[in-house]
């Protein structure tokens, strides 16, 4: 008898087989039970006939609580009733581990019920959806970006210094010395990027926001492109070509999630191809103004100034050219208009706001010194950076993708602690 996994029954309809995993749901009546079981790849129904299991074994199976392991045997079947197209219909099945009283009922519940329990709750349907399609993104991009010919090289996480601004840092301990957690790879990349040519960083970025928005994060993956001898236009161009071969590849793998378990509106994601709508931040403050929203020139956008902005277009937008003063130090500024930075941010449509942000670096030694002093960092941790202007400067670009913004995006999802695993909040660290 052979174990299939339940996404790859269909391979086996008409013969006998073994399955094992967890008891989703069971419903039925004195002479018959359905039983819908999950083994992590989908989902399928079991049905047990009162006349085939005999008296005693009819009893136990109907007794099966929520969530109890369990083994069952049984023939499959084509059923174009049953959800997934098969069933399974049952000679045997064994009790592994009993599951009393799981909390997770089929019922609605509140996120304040739920998030204590996400390890449970990975369990749901939805959230198997969910992250179902950030591990489709994770793979598309590694696939993109390796065939675009970009070497992957990791970044440290323990650093000394700050990349995005001294206000989000988080401390720690380091043998009696200070050390934080990365902000981002992104200096590390531009030294990378000396050596390789294209590179890129995928991990962990930590961020102290005391924000308790429904887009924040304290610890968010990012996936950080950066390009050796490249100018603001290679990372807009990179940014979209990217953003339309994940689109499309999640919904060529997942049309049926997004559209049945996620209620996502496919034609929205069907639109995300290149090239997007480019707007200047000139532009954006006008836009901003005519749509009644009270925005002084120099700033950064709030979330809901990205979202009046974002709803005027139907796919992502690229909003460059930001002013020196709203970006981080490193960024190179326009030798055309030096108030304004070689900057883009990607705003997702349906007011989802940014999920790419990345420009041009200066590769000025004498400006990145003034930059340092006048955004108040400290110079010694930033010498070795500093020596990649001393030692072959080269004009270099990139940007960092939020991966959970992506997904959230992606699967319709409103906030983004729907799309890691255990999300880190912060009032939340557990579980
Ligand atoms: O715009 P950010 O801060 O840019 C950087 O870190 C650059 N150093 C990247 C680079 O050029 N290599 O962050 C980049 C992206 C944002 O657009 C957003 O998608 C995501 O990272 N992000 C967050 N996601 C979740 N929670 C947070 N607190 C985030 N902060 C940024
Ligand atoms: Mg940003």
Not at 111 to 127: A, N, T
Not at 252 to 264: D, K, N, Q, S, W
Not at 402 to 427: D, N, Q
Request: charged share 25%.
């Amino acid at each position: 008898m052979t174990q299939p996994s339940i996404a790859g029954i269909g391979a086996h309809v008409d013969r006998e087989v073994t399955l094992r995993g967890w008891v989703y749901n069971s419903r039925g009546s004195r002479q018959v039970r359905f039983l819908i079981l999950r083994d992590g790849t989908g989902m399928i129904q079991c049905v047990g006939g009162l006349a085939d299991l005999g008296e005693e074994r009819f009893a136990a199976l109907a007794a099966l609580t929520q969530e109890s392991s369990v083994s069952v045997s049984g023939r499959v079947r084509t059923e174009a009733r049953a959800p997934g197209g098969y069933e399974l219909i049952l000679s045997d099945f064994a009790l592994l581990g009993a599951s009393e009283d799981y909390p997770i009922t089929p019922k609605e519940h509140g996120i304040e019920f739920l998030l204590p329990r996400r390890h449970l709750w990975l369990r749901s349907r939805k959230q198997h959806a969910v992250l179902t399609v950030r591990a489709t993104v994770i793979a598309a991009i590694h696939e993109f970006l390796q065939r675009e010919g970009f070497l992957h090289v990791d970044a440290p996480i323990f650093t000394p210094s700050a990349v995005e601004g001294t206000t989000t840092l988080f401390e720690v301990e380091y043998f009696g010395d200070k050390a934080y957690l990365s902000q981002s790879g992104q200096l590390y990349n531009e030294a990378a990027a000396a050596a390789f040519g294209k590179v890129y960083c995928f991990g962990p970025s930590f961020r102290a926001e005391k924000s308790k928005t429904r887009r924040h994060l304290t610890e968010f993956w990012q996936v950080e492109p950066e390009m050796a001898f490249a100018d603001l236009e290679d990372t807009i161009v990179l940014a979209e070509n990217l953003l339309e071969f994940v689109a499309a590849r999640v919904l060529e793998r997942h049309r049926g999630l997004l559209a049945g378990v996620l209620e996502r509106d496919v034609a929205k994601l069907e639109a995300v191809t290149a090239p997007f709508p480019r707007v200047h931040y000139d532009e954006a403050v006008a836009r901003l103004r005519e749509a009644g929203r009270d925005f002084a020139w120099g700033g950064d956008l709030g979330a809901e100034d990205e979202a009046v902005l974002s709803e005027q277009f139907d796919r992502p937008l690229h909003l460059h050219h930001f002013p020196v003063e709203a970006k981080a130090f490193y960024m190179a500024p326009d030798p055309q208009d030096p108030r304004c930075s070689l900057s883009v941010d990607v705003l997702a449509p349906e007011g989802r706001g940014e999920i790419v942000g990345g420009g041009q670096r200066t590769d000025d030694l004498a400006f990145l010194e003034a930059q340092l002093e006048k955004h108040g960092l400290p110079r010694e941790p930033y010498e070795w950076y500093l020596d990649l202007r001393r030692y072959g400067t080269f004009p270099h670009s990139g940007f960092g993708l939020g991966i959970e913004r992506t997904v959230a995006w992606l699967t319709g999802r409103r906030h983004i602690r729907e799309c890691i695993p255990f999300p880190r909040l912060m009032r939340s660290i557990s579980p």
